[in-house]
Every structure is written in C-alpha cells, then in structure tokens.
C-alpha cells in the first residue's frame, strides 16, 4: 500500500512539471547596421616619410673647439641668429699672419714702383739700359701680383674666421644638437654636422609607387579627361591626382596635399617612381622623419556596398560576416571584399543592399540564432 501511494505522487509531480514546459530567454538586442550602396572613392594607400619644406644642416666649415652654443635644442629659431662660436683664437692669429703678409708686399710694391719711376726717365736719355728698365717694370708687375695674392689670402683667411660663428641660415625649428661645448667639431671622426634647422609650417611626403601602379594611375587620369584637358594639364604642370595623409594613429590629416613633382625616371633597382607631396602644416604637428600614408584618389566605385571592417570574421584566410535574416534569425555570409578604405571595406559579393549586417556583437551570437535587430549608425575615423 505504501509503495502503491508513493508511485502515485511521483507520477503526479513529474506530470505537472511536463505541464509546465521549458523556460526560455527572450530574444537578445542585438546591433546592426543595414547595407547601402554608394559611390565610394576608391583610394590606394603607400607609406611615405616626411621632411621638413626645408630641412638645412648645419655644418662646422672650419675645425676647432666649441666654445658656445647659443639656442635651446628643440625650440624656435630666426634668420641670423647665432647659433654656434668656435674658438677664435687660430683664426685671429691667421688673420693678423695674411694682414702683415699684405703690408710687407704692399711695402715691395712701393719700393718697385719708386725705382721703376726713376729708371723711366734715365731710359729716355739712355742713362740706363733697356733691360734695366724691363727688369724694374718686371719687379713692379711682380709686387702688383704678389699684393693681389696676399689679399686674397688675407681675404680668406677673413672668411673662415667668420665660419667660426654659425648662424640660422632660416627660420626655423632647431633640433638636437649633435656636439657639445668643448668638443672638437669639424673634422672626421669629430661631428660635422651639428644640427639641423627645418621649416615645418609646410612639409614636404616623399613616397614611391610601383611601375604598374604608375601606369594604373596614368590611364585612369586619361580616362576622365578630354585630349585638351590633358595638353592644357600637361602645359601647366596640373596633373595631380587627390592627395590625404593618414597618421600613424589611423586618423585623417586635416589638410589635403598637392603633388610636387613625379620623377623623372624610374628607380631600376626597385622598379619605383619617385613622388613628393607637399602640404600646409599650419598647427605644425608634422615633423620631419614621421612616417605616414599618402592616399591617392585612384576612381569612384559606382553603387558599391561599404560595410565596417570590424563586421568581418576571418577563418584561414575567407571572410563571413553575420547577417540577420527576414525572420530575425542569425545567418553566417561568406562575402568576398574590394577595395579597403580605411576603416571599412567595399562588398564586392555576398551581400546586397537592405542586408541587415552585425556590428560590435559578434562574440553574442551563432548561426541560427534569433535575435531583436536593433539600427545602429556607424562613424568612420578615416572617412573624408
């Protein structure tokens, strides 16, 4: 009887449990945007350096010991202001050398100058020989020769003490100083070169591209102009395709650029072409020797599709995004990309306009999933 009573509370129990039925979770909230088609400029990035519009070495013309150095390192500098002094002292003492020099020999040209004055008339009369006379016009030549010499010598010897002062030759930002005061500077092995001053409020983006690249860009500017365009261009010197500048931390400078000047040959050992770039640094943020991606304006894609390139999931080498379906449900799409445009990346199969696309959630769901799709707005860091 026991045994009877407890099978019929058990069944009772597990009766009510089936009745009851599964608990499930809603369905989660989940970010997405949705696929729209534009024109996109397509862009090709390569890596640049970038120099100062001026960069300016200053250099030790003669050698001696630093004696004073007159600026602070890193810091703003004017036209003519001094720089560097090197002991004077060896200079001075060549200049007094080249000035006695030049008396003694102004002193013998007087002296042949007098006699030649006295042998003139004393010739005329036949007082003295003819080759006397040509002997003191010889003399005199000589000392007019050897007075020209040792002011050129005394002039030079002027000119390297002055070298002895270095001075900004522009305005300026001064950088690290190569010698310190007391060092022996201007001759190898010792520092040559102390500084360097460079003009920043225009920078100068040396950058190479490939041949093939070259001749890409070369048609696809004649593509878009007319045979007069590209005569007036070329008479003008205009051909300059759009030129940005992305930074090292992703972001897009501020200020477009224009093309310099393209080589005139191409480089035979890398089988590149030479480009240089300027643009306005009025903040002066850019210093020479920072690296950066020079992005020239390649075409415009026609209705491409752009998705964030964090909606994409990689797997040895093919890309998937997740899409949400008519029936809010989780569908994982194998796409194939284009072109990458900073922070996000042209859809050129897998995808088409309307597609609502997951964002920024991609770790939360899996194939087969339901979701609550919720419009998200994407700002791109790198976007014009």
């Known amino acids: 009887m026991k045994y009877t009573i407890l099978c019929v509370m058990a069944c009772l129990f597990f009766s009510c449990k089936k009745e009851q039925g599964p608990q499930t979770r809603p369905p989660q909230e989940i970010p997405v945007i949705e696929a729209k088609k534009e024109d996109v400029p397509v862009y090709n990035e390569l890596v640049g350096q970038i120099y100062g519009l001026k960069d300016i070495p ?19 500098v004017k036209k003519g202001q001094l720089l560097y002094s090197i002991d004077q002292d060896p200079y001075l003492a060549e200049v007094a050398e080249k000035q006695s020099a030049l008396a003694q020999n102004q002193t013998m040209m007087v002296n042949a100058k007098n006699e030649l004055e006295r042998y003139e008339p004393l010739a005329k ?49 001064i950088g690290k100083t190569e010698a310190r005061e007391g060092e022996y500077v201007g001759r190898e092995p010792n520092p040559v070169i102390l500084n360097t001053v460079s003009r920043i409020d225009t920078v100068r983006v040396q950058f190479s591209i490939s041949e093939s690249k070259y001749l890409e860009l070369a048609r696809e500017y004649q593509a878009n102009k007319t045979a007069e365009d590209i005569s007036k261009d070329v008479h003008e010197g205009n051909i300059k395709p759009n030129v940005e500048l992305l930074l090292a931390d992703g972001t897009l400078f501020e200020k477009k650029g224009r093309i310099d000047f ?15 770039a300027s643009f306005p ?5 850019l210093r020479p020797g920072l690296y950066a991606k020079v992005r020239l304006q390649l075409t415009v894609a026609k209705d491409a599709i752009v998705i964030p390139q964090r909606c994409l999931i990689e797997l040895q080498g093919q890309y998937s995004v997740m899409v949400v379906d ?20 042209i859809i050129s199969e897998g995808i088409t306009q309307g597609d609502k696309i997951i964002i920024d959630a991609l770790q939360k769901v899996k194939t087969g999933m339901t979701v609550v799709p919720v419009k998200s707005e994407f700002k791109s860091k790198t976007a014009q």
């Open 125 to 173: 009369i036949n007082a003295v020989s003819k080759s006397d006379l040509d002997a003191a016009q010889a003399t005199y030549d000589a000392s007019i020769a050897s007075v020209d010499a040792a002011n050129a010598n005394l002039k030079q010897s002027k000119i390297k003490l002055g070298y002895t002062e270095m001075r900004s030759p522009i305005d300026g930002l």
């Open 58 to 76: 200053i250099r030790a013309r003669v050698d001696g010991y630093l004696e004073k150095i007159s600026f602070e390192e890193g810091t703003q």
């Open 326 to 345: 008519s029936s809010n449900k989780v569908v994982s799409t194998p796409v194939k990309l284009g072109s990458k445009i900073g922070d996000q990346v």
């Open 262 to 276: 393209v080589n005139s040959q191409i480089n035979t050992t890398t089988g590149s072409l030479l480009i240089q």
């Open 281 to 285: 640094n009025p903040t002066k943020i």
